[in-house]
């Protein structure tokens, strides 16, 4: 889904990651860059030093609450076929756009990544990462009852030309991660310097959240509403529940990416 672009600067050669979503958008999105570190993200004024280990190894978790929220995977063919619900195992091509949407039963913190075909990893929510998409609404905290649309309700991601195996991540906290937000924040910086051994520091320390969250069960389920979206990438498409006992959980779910 992701590729790089080599894009001179002031004289000076930065490396972006391009975002090939978006499809109402005249041009692709480009990672805004790492936010401003804060003493609750670092427990320090200070950008991050490269290491081997930015603590999440040790990181504990609490299992001592219940998470359920709906939500639904879609996408439609470049072809301009009907719209399908995206489900784990399925064959998508380059070319075919797809979207996200979820609606908590209470308010939480969610953070979406995928790992794309090329082997690298994005953090698609919060959408604060990339432009063209919907910037203003899909920040943490989520809100009970309010529908999600991922990368946004006029938007949605288009596959490139690079194919491989790609794997979405869904995973929801009942509080907020600093840790996790400053790994991601990290994961931006070191891919826009252009420093390929601590991004792989980074995706590592990032993919140990995900190892350790709680595995979710989903189901489809004909009462969960599906919301329509103003490019009908929803429409006829059946929603599904995440439900998981605990306060940290993950679900996941694989596709194939094909020419």
Same mark, same amino acid.
């Given at each position: 889904?992701?590729?790089?672009?080599?894009? $001179?600067?002031?004289?000076?050669?930065?490396?972006?990651?391009?975002?090939?979503? #978006?499809?109402?958008?005249? /041009?692709?999105?480009?990672?805004?860059?790492?936010?401003?570190?804060?003493?609750?993200?670092? $427990?320090?004024?200070?950008?991050?030093?490269?290491?081997?280990?930015?603590?999440?190894?040790?990181?504990?978790?609490?299992?001592?609450?219940?998470?359920?929220?709906? *939500?639904?995977?879609?996408?439609? =063919?470049?072809?301009?076929?009907?719209?399908?619900?995206?489900?784990n195992g399925e064959k998508l091509h380059s070319g075919d756009s797809y979207?996200?949407?979820?609606?908590?039963?209470?308010?939480?913190?969610?953070?979406?990544?995928?790992?794309?075909?090329?082997?690298?990893?994005?953090?698609?929510? =919060?959408?604060?990462?990339?432009?063209?998409?919907?910037?203003?609404?899909?920040?943490?905290?989520?809100?009970?009852?309010?529908?999600?649309?991922? =990368?946004?309700? /006029?938007?949605?991601?288009?596959?490139?030309?690079?194919?491989?195996?790609?794997?979405?991540?869904f995973l929801v906290f009942n509080e907020q991660n600093p840790g996790l937000?400053?790994? /991601?924040?990290?994961?931006?910086?070191?891919?826009?310097?252009?420093?390929? $051994?601590?991004?792989?520091?980074?995706?590592?320390?990032? /993919?140990?959240?995900?190892?350790?969250?709680?595995?979710?069960?989903?189901?489809?389920?004909?009462?969960?509403?599906?919301?329509?979206?103003?490019?009908?990438?929803?429409?006829?498409?059946?929603?599904?529940?995440?439900? #998981?006992?605990?306060?940290?959980?993950?679900?996941?779910?694989? *596709?194939r990416h094909l020419p």
């Open positions: 889904m992701m590729k790089n672009l080599l894009k $001179e600067l002031i004289g000076l050669s930065l490396l972006a990651m391009v975002l090939q979503g #978006c499809v109402s958008s005249s /041009s692709p999105g480009i990672p805004k860059g790492a936010e401003p570190y804060t003493k609750a993200d670092t $427990e320090s004024n200070q950008s991050p030093t490269p290491t081997s280990d930015y603590g999440i190894k040790n990181a504990t978790f609490q299992s001592s609450s219940n998470i359920e929220i709906d *939500f639904s995977y879609s996408y439609r =063919p470049k072809n301009g076929g009907p719209s399908r619900s995206l489900q979207k996200i949407q979820f609606t908590p039963k209470e308010a939480g913190y969610v953070y979406i990544f995928q790992s794309d075909s090329g082997g690298q990893l994005f953090r698609l929510f =919060p959408t604060t990462d990339f432009s063209g998409a919907d910037v203003r609404n899909n920040r943490n905290p989520v809100q009970a009852h309010r529908t999600y649309f991922v =990368p946004g309700e /006029s938007r949605s991601f288009v596959l490139d030309k690079q194919v491989g195996n790609e794997t979405i991540h937000e400053a790994k /991601s924040r990290a994961l931006l910086q070191f891919r826009q310097q252009g420093n390929q $051994e601590q991004v792989d520091v980074a995706q590592a320390n990032i /993919s140990d959240y995900i190892d350790k969250g709680v595995e979710a069960q989903v189901r489809f389920d004909k009462d969960v509403p599906v919301k329509s979206d103003s490019e009908g990438i929803f429409d006829n498409v059946q929603g599904r529940r995440l439900e #998981c006992q605990g306060s940290n959980c993950v679900s996941s779910l694989k *596709f």
